[in-house]
């Protein structure tokens, strides 16, 4: 049984399907794309899974205890959690406003949290379970325009390593990092494309790429908890 935030697109959508095709029950959590995250619930029913779709804000805590009480009550457990849900937006560092920050923590960093919390107090009642923080390379490496957002991804990767040892030894917590990943025939900007270039594997990455390690993640690595994988063709290490 699995639950991914922000999974009505994007790369969210593509690990819901990877999971749902893996054979896990899946709740596709949306709060504004809807429609997409019924078209992935009928796209997992298609290929003979079974999801179903429900909304929250994951900044709101009450919104979250919700959801996770409708999981409960209907699947009884819940055996991985992938906080994908993220919001991403450039500001300079002399623009930014008091509700930029807000909004960017309180999806990013505060919303991660509140589900990984709700998510491990299920998991505790029963054997055990994996939580996957979807992070970013924005959380290793300074981009200067986007300074809110690699702050908040960077906390969540030590959210990450804090989740690990709080929730050790019956809950493995690991985060991925994705670098430049692009959907179908989407073209990245010419610094895009330059960074990209740059990082030894020389291309952008796929959503699917994102989805196999978390595929990965979720079936193997007993052995591993509080690690952050950079999925990102060698970005950080150019």
């Known amino acids: 049984m699995a639950l991914v935030t922000g ?20 709740v596709v959590h949306y709060h504004e794309s809807r429609p997409g995250a019924e078209a992935t619930v009928r796209a997992i029913r298609a290929q003979g899974g079974e ?24 699947f009884r457990r819940l055996d991985l959690l992938v906080n994908n849900a993220a919001v991403f937006f450039p500001r300079r560092w002399d623009q930014l406003a008091g509700k930029d920050w807000d909004r960017i923590l309180g999806v990013n ?3 991660t949290f509140f589900c990984a919390q709700a998510a491990a107090r299920l998991m505790q009642r029963q054997e055990g379970g994996r939580i996957i923080n979807i992070s970013s390379l924005g959380g290793l490496l300074a981009w200067p325009d986007y300074l809110h957002y690699c702050s ?15 929730l050790a030894p019956t ?8 670098g430049t990943i692009l959907m179908g025939d989407e073209k990245p ?26 595929l990965f993640l979720a079936t193997s690595g007993d052995f591993i908890t509080g690690q952050v994988f950079a999925v990102d063709g060698g970005q950080s290490i150019a």
């Open 171 to 178: 809950i493995r917590v690991n985060s991925i990092a994705p």
């Open 152 to 166: 908040s991804k960077a906390a969540v990767i030590m959210l990450t390593r804090c989740l690990a040892k709080a």
């Open 109 to 111: 960093l505060k919303g």
């Open 7 to 26: 999974a009505g697109r994007r790369i969210g959508r593509v690990i819901a399907l990877t999971l749902g095709g893996a054979g896990a029950k899946v």
């Open 51 to 74: 999801a179903v779709a429900l909304h929250a804000d994951v900044s709101s805590p009450a919104q979250v205890s919700a959801m996770f009480r409708v999981v409960e009550r209907r």
């Open 189 to 214: 900007s010419p610094a895009l494309e330059r960074a990209v270039r740059r990082a030894p594997l020389q291309r952008a990455g796929s959503p699917e790429d994102i989805a196999e390690m978390v």
